[in-house]
């Protein structure tokens, strides 16, 4: 399916707070990424305003503010979370989804008429299909490669990729497409088998699965009807 995941989930979308970024100085066992939240935060400013997001501010230290459109008005389930939380003295505030509550871009605010996971007509909620391919397509510089499997990341004499070797699901023809950058983003499960399947003498256990961890210990998201 043209967009894959981003067709259907719940739109939550939180950014990576500081200490996320330095987890083994906090729990002596994950190592600290290479970066720091400080290095990535444009990048989030510039994501939340081409896609839209509703939030609130709050100045919670390890749960970043973004550049936010006003979230929902709560609905009255909601306010009971609220006072029961309130009287416990837990937080509770407004979910920061990829929602659209004022029109952007020519994209209509949502008006609250079904579950944002099953798609959307007037294309308030994010998804790749129709909210990113279509600028990407008019700037005359994207392929779009359809019913096409990737199996494998191939690599150049260097141990760099290079590209990706795929399947046609319709006629089961190999394909392969070259690329300066590959990027894998599959979610957990999809993003790991492609990893496993690059093997080669450079990597005989997969692409960037030199500590062997690659496909195991997956935690992914599932939703319920």
Known sequence: M????????????????????RRGDLDGLSPNWPIGYGDI???????????????????????????????PRPRAYELLVMNAAKRQNVTCIPGRLSV?????????ACHYCGQC??????????????????????????????HAMAREVTLDAQ????????IDTV?????????????????ALE????????KSSKFPGGLANSSGQV??????TTGPT
């Open 41 to 71: 935060s444009p990048y989030y400013d510039r994501l939340d305003r081409l896609v839209g997001l509703f939030g609130s501010n709050e100045g919670i230290f390890n749960s970043p503010d973004g550049i936010f459109m006003p979230p």
């Open 215 to 220: 496909g195991k210990d997956i935690t992914d």
């Open 117 to 146: 996971n099953r798609g959307c007509a007037v294309n308030a909620n994010l998804s790749s299909t129709n909210v990113l391919l279509a600028p990407a397509m008019e700037t005359g510089r994207l392929t779009m490669v359809t």
């Open 171 to 187: 006629s089961g023809a190999d394909g392969n497409v070259r690329a300066r950058v590959v990027v894998l983003a599959a979610s």
């Open 100 to 108: 659209i509550t004022r029109p952007l871009n020519g994209r209509a």
């Open 2 to 21: 043209v967009g894959g995941r981003t067709n259907h989930w719940g739109r939550i979308s939180l950014r990576f707070g500081p200490d996320d970024f």
């Open 191 to 198: 993003s790991a088998r492609p990893l496993l399947s690059s």
């Open 159 to 166: 141990g760099r990729a290079s590209g990706v070797n795929y």
